[in-house]
Structures are given as C-alpha cells and as structure tokens.
T-cell receptor, first 113, second 107 residues
C-alpha cells in the first residue's frame, strides 16, 4: 500500500495569507486527488492533480483560490490562497492504487483566524 | 438530491449488537462501491469493497442493490473498537463520499 506524507500536519494562519500543503508518496501513482473535510462533514473533492498539466477542479473550486502543482508522479502541492475563516478545514491528499483502493494522507488541519 | 446519501446516525449500540447502515446513490451508471471507516481525527481507510453479489469479511457484510441504487453494511457482534464513522463511497467519474454515519458501540 502507498505511504503518503503530508505536511504541515496542522497550522494556524491569519486571514488573507496563503498556505501551501505538500503531499509526498513513496511510489509513483497516476491518480492523485485533493479533498477537503470541513468540521463534522464528509469529504469533498477539490481537484484531481494531473502530472504535467493543470489540475481538474470540481464545481465550486477554482484555480485562483486553490492552485495545485504536480511536477511528477510522487509529489503534489495544494495552496489555499487569501484565506478566510471559512477555509478552516482538514485538507487530505489521496492516491488511487492499481487495486482500486484510495489511500489518504493523514491530512493537514488548517485553522484560519 | 445528493449524489450519495447515508443514514444520518448517530447509531449508539451495545456490544454484541448487530447494526446496519444504508447508503443510496443517484447515478445509475456508478460502477464501483466501497465502505470506508474514519476514526476521530484520522484519515479515512478502506473497510471493504462492495461487490454485485454481496461480500462478507468476518463480521462485516456488504451488499449492493443496483435496481434500488443502494448499498448496505451490516456489522454483527459489534465491538467497542467498531466505534467510528462509516463512509459510503461511490465511484462515478471519481469517488464521491457520503456524509458518513457515526457508530458508537457501548459496553
């Protein structure tokens, strides 16, 4: 199974600033995703991180707010830009294995003051 | 209608009880189905896939009803360690997660 490392694991940020979350996988994976889980809610897909091209965003999420990089098959970053308290959430990186199983990183817990 | 809907819960059951969760999905073209488990402040982890003919893994049984567009999870002989949130996941173009059902098993 894939081992996924996310950092930071948590952060407290000021309104208006930006934070970049990193996701490192211990093996090459084709499909990598970013999810958000707001307090008491389930997971919402933000985007699919595509290697070498622009990410594919879900409805309600835009590149200006959540720029994503995917320079290779083992690494991706998600930036939460111009943060507001509504962005306080857990952000999870996930990868799809050939078995069809979706693995998640431990998440990055963001609090915006 | 939400793409994936689950019993809202919470379910509070005594040890040894049998408990069942249902999950309905809106897209009849959905191809694969899963149950994930999420412990408090942890990431979700795959509990089991759901196969068309139904499948069992120890105390856990998953079933799929394509005609009615729902899947179910049955837990027999509940343990304290089963306490968690159970997420229904349906694969359309990509995975869609239900809101989760919280289960608490009490001694």
């Amino acid at each position: 199974s894939a081992v996924i490392s996310q950092k930071p694991s948590r952060d407290i940020c000021q309104r208006g600033t930006s934070l970049t979350i990193q996701c490192q996988v211990d093996s090459q994976v084709t499909m990598m995703f970013w999810y958000r889980q707001q307090p008491g809610q389930s997971l919402t897909l933000i985007a699919t991180a595509n290697q070498g091209s622009e990410a594919t965003y879900e409805s309600g999420f835009v590149i200006d707010k959540f720029p994503i990089s995917r320079p290779n098959l083992t690494f991706s970053t998600l930036t939460v830009s111009n943060m507001s308290p509504e962005d306080s959430s857990i952000y999870l990186c996930s990868v799809l294995q050939n078995t069809g199983e979706l693995f998640f990183g431990e998440g990055s817990r963001l609090t915006v003051l | 209608r939400k793409e994936v809907e689950q019993d809202p819960g919470p379910f509070n059951v005594p040890e040894g009880a049998t408990v069942a969760f249902n999950c309905t999905y809106s897209n009849s073209a959905s191809q694969s189905f899963f149950w994930y488990r999420q412990d408090c402040r942890k990431e979700p982890k795959l509990l089991m896939s759901v196969y068309s003919s139904g499948n069992e893994d120890g105390r856990f049984t998953a079933q799929l009803n394509r005609a009615s567009q729902y899947i179910s999870l049955l837990i027999r002989d509940s343990k304290l360690s089963d306490s968690a949130t159970y997420l229904c996941v349906v694969n359309m173009r990509e995975r869609r997660f239900g809101a989760g059902t919280r289960l608490t098993v009490k001694p």
